[in-house]
């Protein structure tokens, strides 16, 4: 079965223009979770969806992030504009729906913002 | 706020040694879950433990949850070098939904 997929897997960008990353969960799965990774503060939750539907964005720095789930299969995160402290890898996670917590992540996208 | 406080944040040590990993926080958790994350990859999940005292094994790792479920420990017995990577505790809290709380990693290098 196929893992959660990401792309792009890499993006370089410059300040201000829109990032999109995408995301298809795993098939079933009910939960959708969307993650930041840098080195100073670790792994931090954005926003999550259940059953296509936002849950809690409190991790969401500010305006300029927004996420999508127009249905089961596809998600979007998206920056706009981005800034240079954006740059990060940011993962999406799926999880099934009587196993919140176990979460299955996609391999990531890097992305840097000169 | 809660945290989890990982230690140590490096590791690095020769092929065959056994090592012990350690995941606190003053919160209780009502579950704690140990990841691994290889360069370039997302975090796999390795076990998920529910209980305090609770120990479970999967081959020559053993994990450990406090009696408070408050603390976790990771050891790994004879490591080898595919064991090299970066191990993440996290914990899950009623008191933030159930989000998953992730502390700040170890990074195990083992040396052939």
């Known amino acids: 079965d196929a893992g959660v997929i990401q792309s792009p897997r890499h993006e370089v960008t410059e300040m201000g223009q829109e990032v999109t990353l995408r995301c298809k969960p795993i098939?079933?799965?009910?939960?959708l979770f969307w993650y930041r990774q840098t080195m100073m503060r670790g792994l931090e939750l954005l926003i999550y969806?259940?059953?296509?539907?936002?849950?809690?964005d409190s991790g969401m720095p500010e305006d300029r992030f927004s996420a999508k789930m127009p249905n089961a299969s596809f998600s979007t995160l998206k920056i706009q504009p981005s800034e240079p402290r954006d740059s990060a890898v940011y993962f999406c996670?799926?999880?099934?729906?009587?196993?919140?917590?176990?979460?299955?992540f996609g391999p990531g996208t890097r992305l840097t913002v000169l | 706020t809660q945290l989890l406080e990982q230690s140590p944040q490096f590791l690095s040590i020769q092929e065959g040694e056994n090592l012990t990993v350690y995941c606190n926080s003053s919160?209780?958790?009502?579950?704690l879950q140990w990841y691994r994350q290889e360069p370039g990859e997302g975090p796999v999940l390795l076990v998920t433990?529910?209980?305090?005292?609770e120990v479970k094994k999967l081959k020559r790792l053993t994990f450990q949850f406090g009696d408070a479920r408050k603390d976790s420990s990771l050891h790994i017995t004879a490591a080898q070098p595919g064991d090299t990577g970066l191990y993440l505790c996290?914990?899950?809290?009623?008191?933030?939904?159930?989000?998953?709380?992730f502390g700040q990693g170890t990074e195990l290098s083992v040396k052939p």
């Open positions: 098939s079933g799965h009910d939960y």
């Open positions: 996670a799926s999880s099934p729906r009587d196993r919140f917590n176990e979460q299955f």
């Open positions: 996290a914990g899950a809290s009623r008191y933030q939904g159930g989000k998953l709380i």
């Open positions: 433990v529910v209980t305090g005292g």
């Open positions: 969806f259940n059953n296509n539907v936002p849950i809690d």
């Open positions: 919160s209780v958790f009502s579950s």
